[in-house]
C-alpha cells in the first residue's frame, strides 16, 4: 500500500489549524507557543489530540529511552512544531524515526519561522508481508 494518500483529510485540517495560528500568531516565536497554540486550535475544531505522549526506544528488545513528540493529532498524524530556517532533509529523516518508533505512517514538519507558513507531510511506507503484491 503506497502511504503517500493516507490520512490526506487529517493533514490537510491540521495545515488549517497551522495557518489559523500563524495569521492569529504572527511569526517570531519559539516552538512552544505555536505547540501550545495548535492545541487550542485543535480543540476549537474538534480534533483529537494528544500533546507530548511518551514512546518507549528499545535497543535489543532492552529499553533505552523515550521519544516524545510534540503533538499527535487524530491518533494518527505525527505534527511537528518548529521554526527553523527551512526544513531539510535532516528534519525529514528524524521525522521518519518519529513515526517508526509510533508506529504510525504520516508525519507533518510544521516551520512557523516565517511570515509564509512551510510545512511538509512526510509518510513512511511500512514493509509489505512476504507474497503480498498491491
Known amino acids: 500500500?503506497?502511504?503517500d494518500g493516507l490520512h490526506t483529510k487529517e493533514t490537510e485540517?491540521?495545515?488549517?489549524?497551522?495557518?489559523?495560528?500563524l495569521n492569529d500568531?504572527?511569526?517570531?516565536?519559539?516552538?512552544?507557543?505555536?505547540e501550545n497554540a495548535l492545541v487550542v486550535e485543535f480543540r476549537y475544531r474538534d480534533i483529537e489530540y494528544a500533546?507530548?505522549?511518551r514512546y518507549p526506544l528499545t535497543?535489543?528488545?532492552?529499553?533505552?529511552?523515550e521519544y516524545i513528540p510534540d503533538l499527535i493529532a487524530f491518533g494518527k498524524v505525527?505534527?511537528?512544531?518548529?521554526?527553523?530556517?527551512r526544513i531539510t532533509d535532516h528534519e525529514i529523516g528524524r521525522m521518519l524515526n518519529y513515526l517508526r518508533a509510533t508506529g504510525l505512517q504520516v508525519g507533518l514538519i510544521i516551520n512557523f519561522k516565517h511570515a509564509k507558513l512551510q510545512f511538509r507531510r512526510v509518510t513512511l511506507t511500512k514493509?509489505?508481508?512476504?507474497?503480498?503484491?498491491s
Not at 26 to 31: A, I, W
Request: hydrophobic share 35%.
Open 59 to 65: 535497543y535489543r528488545n532492552e529499553p533505552v529511552g
Open 25 to 34: 500568531m504572527g511569526h517570531g516565536f519559539h516552538e512552544k507557543p505555536y
Open 51 to 53: 500533546q507530548q505522549p
Open 78 to 85: 505525527v505534527v511537528d512544531a518548529k521554526t527553523i530556517e
Open 1 to 3: 500500500m503506497n502511504a
Open 127 to 133: 514493509p509489505e508481508a512476504p507474497g503480498h503484491q
Open 13 to 21: 485540517a491540521i495545515i488549517g489549524c497551522a495557518f489559523a495560528v
